[in-house]
C-alpha cells in the first residue's frame, strides 16, 4: 500500500514533471532529510531495485529537484523541496507563455486564420459578420460597405457568367 503523502506529492508534481511515477515521488520523498543518503541508504528505504533507484536518482539531479555531493560516498538530498518546487512551476509557466505566444503567432500569420471574416446566420434569419481571428461583431460601417460593394460586384460577374452560359447553350441549339 502507498503512502498518502506520496500519492499527494505525485499528484501535485505531475503537472509539471507529467513522466514522474509513484517510483519516482517515492525517492524523491526518501531524500526529505537534513543529512544527504547513499544510494544504498534509499535503495533500503525505498526497498526499489539498486537499477530503479540509481536511474531516477539520476533524473531527479537532472531536473535539479536533487543534489548531489562532490565527496565520498556520494551522497543525494532535496535541499528545498518547496522551493525547488516553486522553481521549476516558473520555469514551466514561462515556457508555456512563450509557447502561447508562438502559437498566437503561428495562428496571426496562418492563411487560413488572418483577416477572415464570416457571416453566421442566427436564428430568426438574422446575420452578423464576424471578424475570425477576434470572433467580434464588425461593426465599422465603412467596412461593411466595402463588403456590400465587394459582394455586389460578385454576384453581378455571376450574373455575367450566367447569362453567357444561357448564351452558349441557345447557340448550340
Same mark, same amino acid.
Given at each position: 500500500?502507498?503512502? @498518502?503523502?506520496?500519492?499527494?506529492? $505525485?499528484?501535485?508534481?505531475? $503537472?509539471? &514533471?507529467?513522466?514522474?511515477?509513484? !517510483?519516482?515521488? @517515492?525517492?524523491?520523498?526518501?531524500?526529505?532529510?537534513? +543529512?544527504?543518503?547513499?544510494?544504498?541508504?534509499?535503495? =533500503?528505504?525505498?526497498?526499489?531495485?539498486?537499477? *530503479?533507484? &540509481?536511474?531516477?536518482?539520476?533524473?531527479? /539531479?537532472?531536473?535539479?529537484?536533487? =543534489?548531489? *555531493? !562532490?565527496?565520498?560516498?556520494?551522497? &543525494?538530498?532535496? %535541499?528545498?523541496?518547496?522551493? +525547488?518546487? $516553486?522553481?521549476? +512551476?516558473?520555469? /514551466?509557466?514561462?515556457?508555456?507563455?512563450?509557447?502561447?505566444?508562438?502559437?498566437?503567432?503561428?495562428?496571426?500569420?496562418?492563411?487560413?486564420?488572418?483577416?477572415?471574416?464570416?457571416? #453566421? =446566420?442566427?436564428?430568426?434569419?438574422?446575420?452578423? #459578420?464576424? $471578424?475570425?481571428?477576434?470572433? %467580434?461583431?464588425?461593426?465599422?460601417? %465603412?467596412?461593411?460597405?466595402? &463588403?456590400? /460593394?465587394?459582394?455586389? !460586384?460578385?454576384?453581378?460577374?455571376?450574373?455575367?457568367?450566367?447569362?453567357?452560359?444561357?448564351?452558349?447553350?441557345?447557340?448550340?441549339?
Amino acid at each position: 500500500m502507498l503512502d @498518502t503523502d506520496i500519492l499527494a506529492i $505525485h499528484k501535485i508534481f505531475r $503537472h509539471i &514533471y507529467p513522466d514522474f511515477t509513484l !517510483n519516482h515521488i @517515492t525517492v524523491y520523498r526518501c531524500l526529505w532529510q537534513i +543529512a544527504p543518503l547513499s544510494g544504498e541508504q534509499v535503495i =533500503k528505504e525505498t526497498k526499489l531495485s539498486r537499477f *530503479t533507484v &540509481y536511474k531516477i536518482l539520476a533524473e531527479l /539531479v537532472a531536473t535539479g529537484l536533487v =543534489k548531489k *555531493t !562532490n565527496f565520498k560516498p556520494i551522497g &543525494y538530498y532535496a %535541499e528545498n523541496p518547496v522551493k +525547488a518546487y $516553486h522553481f521549476c +512551476a516558473q520555469k /514551466v509557466t514561462s515556457k508555456l507563455k512563450r509557447r502561447r505566444g508562438q502559437l498566437k503567432k503561428l495562428i496571426d500569420n496562418a492563411s487560413g486564420l488572418s483577416n477572415e471574416e464570416y457571416l #453566421l =446566420k442566427l436564428d430568426g434569419g438574422q446575420t452578423k #459578420l464576424i $471578424h475570425m481571428q477576434t470572433h %467580434e461583431r464588425i461593426t465599422d460601417e %465603412e467596412t461593411l460597405r466595402q &463588403y456590400k /460593394v465587394g459582394l455586389d !460586384n460578385n454576384l453581378k460577374e455571376l450574373e455575367r457568367k450566367k447569362l453567357k452560359a444561357w448564351q452558349l447553350v441557345g447557340k448550340v441549339n
